[in-house]
């Protein structure tokens, strides 16, 4: 059975600073990676995306995330945060099995500072 | 484009009591649709999921129970409301690459 883990439950990051929040995951199967993103009160919202092809992977509001197999891991970047990019971010994963069910992990909250 | 409607927003009820949240989805037909409750700084429960009219399924034993009586419309319910059930539920709808697409949420306080 797959399973997601997110390493840092928190990640505090001044403004104009890159940030790199991590993802594990356990499948025996092929995946499909995601990461979602989500403001307070509000639902989540697709950051990026990994299916297939090249491992690293262009999203909105110039996030990325590098697919690594050998590592089981989908690590999200930014290479410069704004104030605005606080939010929780989640990643998840959907088995190559039919993909009606995708498992997210516990979130990682971003927090970016003046 | 497809839009997914979620209501009430916020909704604060008793013990006991029944409860009713809805979910609809414009722009797309005989999408997956999911049901996820999100506890205070937890992350996703998915409670169950459909895959077409009248085709639930569970995926945690509780007291709510879903419905969808139509192609884009999934209904949440309880019967009888318990302190536990607070939290944040979302709705959200399948996409063609299994990705999910999220409605705003409704959060709710069971006093």
């Known amino acids: 059975a797959q399973s997601v883990t997110q390493l840092d439950s928190q990640v505090p990051v001044f403004e104009e600073a890159p940030v790199e929040l991590r993802c594990n995951y356990s499948?025996?199967?092929?995946?499909?990676l995601f990461w979602y993103v989500q403001y307070p009160n509000q639902g989540l919202q697709l950051l990026l995306k990994y299916l297939s092809g090249s491992t690293l992977v262009k999203g909105i509001n110039g996030f990325e995330a590098e697919f690594n197999k050998s590592q089981t891991s989908f690590h999200l970047r930014k290479p410069s945060v704004h104030i605005s990019d606080t939010a929780e971010y989640f990643c998840?994963?959907?088995?190559?099995?039919?993909?009606?069910?995708?498992?997210f992990g516990a979130g990682t909250r971003l927090f970016v500072k003046a | 484009s497809q839009t997914i409607h979620q209501w009430p927003a916020t909704l604060v009820q008793p013990v006991g009591s029944p409860l009713s949240l809805e979910c609809t989805v414009e722009?797309?037909?005989?999408?997956?649709l999911y049901w996820y409750r999100q506890a205070a700084g937890r992350g996703l429960q998915l409670l169950f999921y459909?895959?077409?009219?009248?085709?639930i399924s569970s995926e945690v034993p509780q007291n709510l129970s879903a419905s969808r009586p139509q192609d884009r419309q999934f209904i949440l319910s309880s019967k009888k409301l318990l302190l536990s059930d607070s939290g944040f539920y979302l709705c959200?709808?399948?996409?063609?690459?299994?990705?999910?697409?999220f409605g705003p949420g409704t959060r709710l306080t069971v006093t």
């Open positions: 959200a709808w399948g996409g063609e690459s299994y990705e999910q697409y």
């Open positions: 722009g797309t037909s005989n999408p997956n």
């Open positions: 499948s025996s199967v092929s995946v499909y």
């Open positions: 459909s895959v077409g009219i009248g085709q």
């Open positions: 998840a994963v959907s088995e190559d099995t039919g993909g009606f069910k995708t498992i």
